[in-house]
């Protein structure tokens, strides 16, 4: 496949690419929030009418437990040998805080840098989206293409609990060759990368009860246990002064690199002078002594998300709070068991909770295990094939710290060998206020998408 076809289609249907993408971004899809269900079944509506011209036959699905967050289901059968299924996610996350945006969140804006300002611009429906684009160029080609199947979600943000709900329903008729999913990042300089594993994900919210109501500060203080004190102490048990993991247990199975992972992986990295540039400070969280490399891909992780109590308004307000929170993210790496590494954390909670106070664990998702692939797969080799078409420096391989929890289920579910690719950059600010994607980054997961299937097609 000419890597000039995606590029120069993408200029002859500019308007009509862009209308839709658009269109798509204008959807307020937090699959989080139950106030957005009707916005997450329209945007369901809008990718079945999108993928049915192209000869998709098209289902949405709602599961019989938890929100009814909508799975669209789409099927197009060319009788190839080859079965694709791709993954992606419609669902983005929240927009706060909307004071920091520039632009609207959810009415996207193209600047002269050439990127488009929204919220999901690139996390997951501008990476998903271009890749469709990539695929629709192919179609209305008419060349020889794989199977296809597409699995289109709308709760990755909030643990993809509606698919992995629905996924023993969808089994059989996800049965696939290959496992596609382009939500991931590229390497540094925007070097392709193929991403060779992904660490698993759970967390929860850890909440501290102290007295019944709030206290005065000045006729309890030094009496009544703060919980916002506690909280902070509770929070700063889970690691060592090194920055380790404190958490008896935490760490079982924990499977190490290997030199052969290590050194791919560090062919991936930036620099930590690089790495300050992007982000505003240093790499240097996390275990003292350990490489880089090893505590963003190949580590577990406890990281605290957010922390709230009493009052944080403007002047004062003298209070002993009554109760505090704190939200816990947890990455996991292969073999460690989801379920024992919670137990772990619920017995630490336990043994260090601040006297006088009761601790207790609240909207947990146990979440996924974290997987690594063989470097060496067929699949792989091909994929660097094309992708060394797309950028003469080839690929890298990388281990993304990040997850995507439902991807080491449909793996298993459908049997198809996973090809993470993704073209995502550190300036596109994915989770923050100010969510961008650059359409050369667009244009660029067309190519990718036009390079893969037609090489699977063939």
């Known amino acids: 496949m000419d890597t000039a076809f995606a590029p120069r289609y993408y200029e002859e249907n500019r308007h009509r690419i862009l209308e839709d993408y658009f269109n798509l971004l204008k959807i307020p899809t937090v699959g989080a929030e139950e106030r957005h269900l009707g916005d997450c079944a329209r945007a ?57 945006w520039e632009t609207q969140p959810f009415m996207p804006t193209l600047k002269e840098d050439g990127r488009v300002y929204a919220r999901g611009a690139q996390d997951d429906k501008g990476q998903f989206f271009s890749f469709l684009n990539g695929m629709r160029a192919l179609i209305e080609q008419g060349g020889p293409l794989p199977n296809l199947k597409i699995v289109l979600e709308g709760e990755e943000e909030n643990g993809s609990m509606a698919l992995f709900n629905l996924l023993p329903k969808l089994a059989e008729r996800l049965q696939a060759d290959v496992l596609l999913v382009c939500d991931t990042a590229a390497a540094p300089e925007d070097r392709p990368a193929i991403v060779a594993g992904l660490r698993g994900v759970q967390h929860f919210t850890l909440e501290l009860k102290g007295p019944d109501y709030d206290l005065h500060s ?17 929070v700063a048990s889970l690691h060592r002064p090194d920055g380790g993991i404190a958490v008896e247990g935490f760490e079982d199975g924990v499977c190490p690199p290997s030199p052969e992972e290590l050194k791919l992986a560090a062919e991936g990295e930036p620099s930590p002078e690089a ?8 790499p240097v969280g996390g275990e003292a002594g ?38 816990i993210s947890i990455r996991l790496v292969p073999d460690q068991s989801t379920r024992h590494v919670f137990e ?19 909207e947990l998702h146990l979440g996924a295990p974290g997987f690594r692939l063989n470097v060496n797969a067929p699949i792989f080799h091909i994929a660097a094939e094309e992708l060394r078409k797309l950028d003469g420096r080839g690929a890298v391989f990388h281990w993304e710290g990040a997850s995507i929890p439902v991807v080491s289920e449909l793996r298993r ?18 989770h923050s206020p100010n969510e961008s994607f650059g359409l050369d980054q667009f244009r660029r997961g067309m190519t990718w998408a036009t390079l893969i299937l037609d090489a699977l097609g063939r």
């Open 44 to 100: 369901a509506a809008w990718l079945k009418a999108w993928l049915r011209p192209l000869g998709f036959e098209c289902e949405i699905f709602t599961p019989d437990e938890g929100l009814p967050v909508p799975v669209l289901f789409a099927e197009r059968n060319t009788g190839a040998a080859t079965t694709v299924l791709f993954y992606g996610h419609y669902d983005v996350q929240p927009p706060d805080p909307l004071e920091l």
């Open 218 to 234: 000045g006729a309890h203080g030094g009496l009544a246990p703060n919980p916002a004190q506690g909280i902070a102490e509770l």
């Open 275 to 282: 790495y300050e540039r992007e982000t505003g400070v240093a």
């Open 290 to 327: 350990v490489s880089t490399v090893e505590r963003g891909c190949f580590r577990p992780t406890i990281e605290v998300n957010g922390i709230h109590s009493g009052y944080a308004g403007a002047g004062s307000k003298t209070i002993i709070p009554s109760k505090a929170f704190a939200k």
């Open 344 to 362: 772990c954390i619920e017995r630490h909670v336990k043994a260090h909770c601040p006297k006088g106070m009761t601790a207790s664990i609240a």
């Open 413 to 430: 579910v459908s049997g198809g060998a996973p090809l993470l690719v993704g073209f995502g950059q550190e300036k596109d600010k994915i």
